[in-house]
């Protein structure tokens, strides 16, 4: 009986052994110490507030700029992301890391102050510095990953509303400059979306040809298909970034 004692105590050790080896495994690490470290703030922005643009001419390279006419004309006038996680990829002390965020969603685009995605950085010098922010598929019913809307107008003068609904995986990356932190400002980097340049090598006459669906322009992945992979290229190059600094606390 001893024996058999002795060989289920053993095997308990075991069993607790192993499970505070998986408790290991899975603990988080520690938190950095504020006094050696800083926030860092993250948000994602459009470019202007009313972007209105106008279309080359028929045969021309589809460049559009910031100019207002009454004619063949582009606006977007409204925007939300859904923002799944913002990650910082850089080199700390010659040492590759991965700084993440929480999600963000309901993101104004337009709006003069964005949301923002907070956490904590340690001090460094961050080279190799790139910027990341994942739009992940939504499932049926929720919310977009990312919705524009905006209204053309065509040569004869007409407004049609239009609707550019993106609900895929996709990484939109920026690089930014070498940055160093030294615990006495805090950071905000903003992934800038510059909405002119989603129309680059799209007319005004491949706009007007799109199907519309109850008096509107839908551009979607089953909806004017073509035009929306031309802007989803577009959307992967439209961006840029920069590091801002505050005083902590604001």
């Not at 690490?29 to 993250?42: G, K, M, R, W």
């Not at 007409?158 to 996709?170: K, R």
């Not at 920026?174 to 903003?190: F, M, N, P, R």
């Not at 802007?231 to 992967?236: E, G, M, R, T, V």
Request: contains cysteine.
């Amino acid at each position: 009986m001893k024996s058999i004692y002795l060989q289920l105590g053993i095997v308990a050790l075991l069993i607790g052994a192993s499970l505070t080896s998986c408790q290991k495994n899975n603990s988080t690490s520690p938190t950095v110490s504020l006094a050696d470290s800083t926030d860092l703030s993250f948000g994602v922005q459009s470019d202007s507030f009313i972007s209105t643009f106008t279309f080359s001419k028929p045969g021309g390279s589809g460049f559009a700029t910031n100019a207002v006419v009454s004619q063949e004309a582009f606006a977007w006038t409204a925007g939300v992301a859904n923002i799944s996680k913002f990650k910082l990829e850089a080199t700390r002390d010659g040492v590759p890391l991965e700084i993440q965020s929480n999600n963000l969603t309901n993101v104004d685009l337009f709006a003069l102050t964005p949301l923002l995605s907070k956490v904590n950085i340690k001090k460094g010098l961050y080279t190799n510095v790139e910027l990341r922010v994942v739009l992940t598929h939504a499932a049926p019913g929720a919310a977009l990953p990312l919705v524009l809307t905006g209204v053309f107008t065509s040569g004869g003068g007409t407004h049609w509303p239009v609707e550019f609904d993106f609900n895929e995986d996709l990484e939109i990356k920026a690089s930014v400059a070498d940055i160093t932190v030294d615990g006495t400002q805090s950071l905000l980097t903003k992934l800038n979306m510059h909405l002119a340049k989603f129309l680059t090598s799209i007319t005004a006459q491949q706009v007007d040809a799109t199907t519309r669906t109850n008096g509107s322009i839908i551009i979607s992945s089953t909806s004017n298909a073509a035009l929306y992979a031309k802007i989803k290229a577009n959307l992967l190059i439209s961006s840029d970034s920069k590091f801002e600094h505050h005083e902590k606390g604001k």
